[in-house]
Nanobody, 120 residues
Framework: QVQLVESGGGLVEAGGSLRLSCAAS????????MAWARQVPGKRRELVAT???????TYSDSVKGRFTISRDNDKDTLYLQMNSLKPEDTAVYYC??????????????WGQGTQVIVSS
């Protein structure tokens, strides 16, 4: 089955940087569209960045210019480089993989998340 394991979270001061990783298994990673999302308790999960199998990227307005999503298809790993971190970036960060099938069906899988805390 598809497994996504996030790592790299932690405590950082405002203005600092973190790099999140998401190791994928059980899926043809190079064919998947991938994404990072984050969630604060009591709030809806927010999509932060996406990257298609072809490498096209999108970002939410809240992180544009500060975060960079990338992928290494040789290592089946997704990354999120987070710079100029702000206290409002504090959240649990999740990666997702979306598989596409020849019948048009798409299935989405999520990891267990990694906590990021940005102190002011």
């Amino acid at each position: 089955q598809v497994q996504l394991v996030e790592s790299g979270g932690g405590l950082v001061e405002a203005g600092g940087s973190l790099r999140l990783s998401c190791a994928a298994s059980g899926t043809i990673f190079s064919s998947d569209d991938m994404a990072w999302a984050r969630q604060v308790p009591g709030k809806r999960r927010e999509l932060v960045a996406t990257i298609t199998s072809g490498g096209s990227t999108t970002y939410s307005d809240s992180v544009k210019g500060r975060f960079t999503i990338s992928r290494d298809n040789d290592k089946d790993t997704l990354y999120l480089q987070m710079n100029s971190l702000k206290p409002e970036d504090t959240a649990v960060y999740y990666c997702s993989a979306e598989e596409s099938y020849s019948n048009g069906e798409r299935l989405e899988f999520w990891g267990q998340g990694t906590q990021v805390i940005v102190s002011s």
